[in-house]
């Protein structure tokens, strides 16, 4: 068992195994289940409403939820019906109803800056900066709005190209914009950027995923449970989401402090060959 000992000694000394002592101090799986849950609950009811009034065509929210998973046609019927025509939810909404969403929605907003505030260790914000909260909601809400736009387009020549490269320059920057706003400016730009890129990598990924493995489990989850098969596919979807954008971020944090000390160990291996140079 010695070749054992050595492997696990390799691996809690080495980059993977700081980042998963990290993640496993913050209980990343468990916010990561807390963020679907919320997110479920808050966000996408004020989302059904804010795509039923998307001017680009009214699409509504079952075909952005459908686009961001990445479905097959059949699957998505399913999440289709899941969720009720944009007309229908306009008509049911009223202002207070609107307010409260918006509300709950701003709570959202304080479970990312929670997880973004373990990942980097920094205490919690005072409560008077829950304006920013609201700042990122209204963000996030333009963000989705202007994919959706993208993502409905007509296909032309070279049209997949820009769009695909419009929906990865979009991402990084919200979410690079979207750490150092929720920290409070308390981490410098440049340690949020390897997040950023982190986080867009592994939602590319996940979109991949979804389209081999949760499209088909709508189908048949669909036909084995009715409607409650679906809810649970997107409630894993959005588990996946959760875990990618706090675990984005601890990539980042993983790879920018490694950048740091691979420099510290180049400077000590230089010093040392330049020490034994004159001996020898």
Same mark, same amino acid.
């Given at each position: 068992?010695?070749?054992?000992?050595?492997?696990?000694?390799?691996?809690?000394?080495?980059?993977?195994?700081?980042?998963?002592?990290?993640?496993?101090?913050?209980?990343?799986?468990?916010?990561?289940?807390?963020?679907?849950?919320?997110?479920?609950?808050?966000?996408?009811?004020?989302?059904?409403?804010?795509?039923?009034?998307?001017?680009?065509?009214?699409?509504?929210?079952?075909?952005?939820?459908?686009?961001?998973?990445?479905?097959?046609?059949?699957?998505?019927?399913?999440?289709? *019906?899941?969720?009720?025509?944009?007309?229908?939810?306009?008509?049911?909404? $009223?202002?207070? #109803? /609107? %307010?409260? &969403?918006?509300? =709950?929605?701003?709570?959202?907003?304080?479970?990312?800056?929670?997880?973004?505030?373990?990942?980097?260790?920094?205490?919690?914000?005072?409560?008077?900066?829950?304006?920013?909260?609201?700042?990122?909601?209204?963000?996030?809400?333009?963000?989705?709005?202007?994919?959706?736009?993208?993502?409905?387009?007509?296909?032309?020549?070279?049209?997949?190209?820009?769009?695909?490269?419009?929906?990865?320059?979009?991402?990084?920057?919200?979410?690079?914009?979207?750490?150092?706003?929720?920290?409070?400016? *308390?981490?410098?730009?440049?340690?949020?950027?390897?997040?950023?890129?982190? $986080?867009?990598? #592994? /939602? %590319?990924? &996940?979109?991949? =995923?979804?389209?081999?493995?949760?499209?088909?489990?709508?189908?048949?989850?669909?036909?084995?449970?009715?409607?409650?098969?679906?809810?649970?596919?997107?409630?894993?979807?959005?588990?996946?989401?959760?875990?990618?954008?706090?675990?984005?971020?601890?990539?980042?944090?993983?790879?920018?402090?490694?950048?740091?000390?691979?420099?510290?160990?180049?400077?000590?291996?230089?010093?040392?060959?330049?020490?034994?140079?004159?001996?020898?």
């Amino acid at each position: 068992m010695a070749w054992f000992h050595r492997m696990h000694g390799s691996f809690r000394g080495s980059a993977a195994g700081r980042g998963y002592r990290r993640g496993k101090d913050m209980e990343l799986m468990h916010r990561a289940m807390g963020f679907a849950a919320l997110g479920l609950l808050t966000l996408v009811p004020l989302l059904i409403v804010v795509a039923a009034t998307d001017p680009a065509g009214g699409q509504g929210f079952a075909q952005w939820l459908a686009e961001g998973l990445g479905v097959s046609e059949a699957s998505r019927d399913e999440v289709e *019906r899941l969720f009720g025509t944009p007309s229908s939810a306009l008509e049911s909404t $009223t202002g207070f #109803g /609107l %307010a409260a &969403l918006a509300a =709950f929605g701003v709570t959202f907003g304080g479970v990312v800056q929670t997880g973004y505030e373990k990942v980097w260790g920094v205490p919690p914000a005072r409560w008077h900066t829950m304006w920013r909260h609201l700042v990122w909601l209204a963000v996030l809400v333009g963000y989705l709005l202007l994919s959706s736009y993208v993502a409905a387009r007509p296909d032309g020549a070279g049209d997949l190209a820009w769009r695909a490269a419009a929906a990865l320059v979009s991402a990084w920057l919200f979410f690079w914009w979207s750490q150092r706003l929720l920290l409070g400016g *308390r981490v410098p730009w440049a340690a949020l950027l390897p997040g950023a890129v982190s $986080t867009v990598t #592994g /939602l %590319a990924g &996940l979109w991949v =995923f979804s389209h081999l493995v949760f499209s088909p489990l709508i189908a048949s989850n669909a036909v084995a449970y009715g409607p409650v098969g679906t809810v649970l596919v997107i409630q894993s979807w959005l588990v996946g989401v959760g875990f990618v954008v706090f675990g984005g971020a601890l990539v980042g944090r993983v790879l920018y402090e490694e950048r740091w000390h691979i420099a510290r160990v180049a400077r000590r291996t230089l010093r040392r060959v330049a020490q034994r140079g004159p001996r020898e």
